[in-house]
């Protein structure tokens, strides 16, 4: 039996994931809609497995884990997602994630996962190699030349998984200014006014960041 905490910012799936662990004998200590509340309450219950959504608002499932895991706390963490790009399953697994399983087949691999995470050995899902793509759009040197110096920093720093408060303090401006490089970034990159699409862009491309 494990101590699990459970984060989705979706309550249909939340309980459909909290009742088939309980069915398994594991006890879900916390049942969170957001990284925030999933962080905090991993900070003060500590569960021995953290199974986080990737995408919910507050903070992504992929900032917990790289908190938790820089913390170094004993809380192993899995990610499950919808997202199948490759470059968010290399930047979770860069990471350290313990397992990384795609929501469609999650219910028929999480037992198996969590066994093995128990273990000290990571779980991949079996699906990844069958359903992951590579991002559609190809990066061209031309298009990040189109960013000055400081917008091509901060966006250096969004895909290190910086903060805007995190690279003002770094950078030494205002926050304020950071969210108006972020703005002008996304306008000049052509990318899509969709939640967390900056990071996933940053993520994707970071290689050519560098």
């Known amino acids: 039996m ?10 249909a799936i939340l309980l459909g994931i909290k009742t088939y662990l309980e069915q398994k004998g594991h006890r879900v200590i916390a049942a969170c809609t957001n990284g925030i509340e999933a962080f905090n309450n991993i900070l003060a ?4 497995i953290a199974i986080l959504d990737i995408s919910m608002p507050g903070m992504t499932g ?13 809380t192993k ?23 990384f399983l795609l929501k469609d087949f ?18 991949f899902s079996n699906q990844l190699n069958t359903s992951l793509h590579v991002g559609s759009k190809s990066v061209h040197s031309g298009i990040i030349e189109q960013l000055t110096f400081s917008e091509k920093k901060i966006l250096q720093l969004i895909s290190e998984q910086k903060s805007s408060r995190e690279i003002a303090s770094m950078l030494f401006i ?10 002008h970034i996304i306008k000049k990159l052509d990318i899509p006014p969709v939640k967390n699409a900056l990071l996933k862009w940053a993520i994707e491309n970071k290689n050519q960041l560098s």
């Open 2 to 11: 494990s101590d699990v905490l459970l984060a989705d910012d979706h309550p």
């Open 45 to 48: 219950k500590r569960p021995s």
């Open 62 to 74: 992929i900032e917990v884990a790289s908190k938790v895991i820089q913390s170094r706390m004993a």
């Open 77 to 99: 963490v899995i990610l499950l997602t919808l997202d199948k790009e490759l470059a968010t399953f290399n930047f979770a697994k860069k990471i350290g994630v313990s397992g």
């Open 106 to 123: 999650a219910l028929d691999e999480l037992e198996e996962c969590i066994k093995s995470v128990h273990k000290g050995e990571p779980y």
């Open 174 to 183: 205002s926050e304020k200014t950071v969210e108006t490089h972020r703005a």
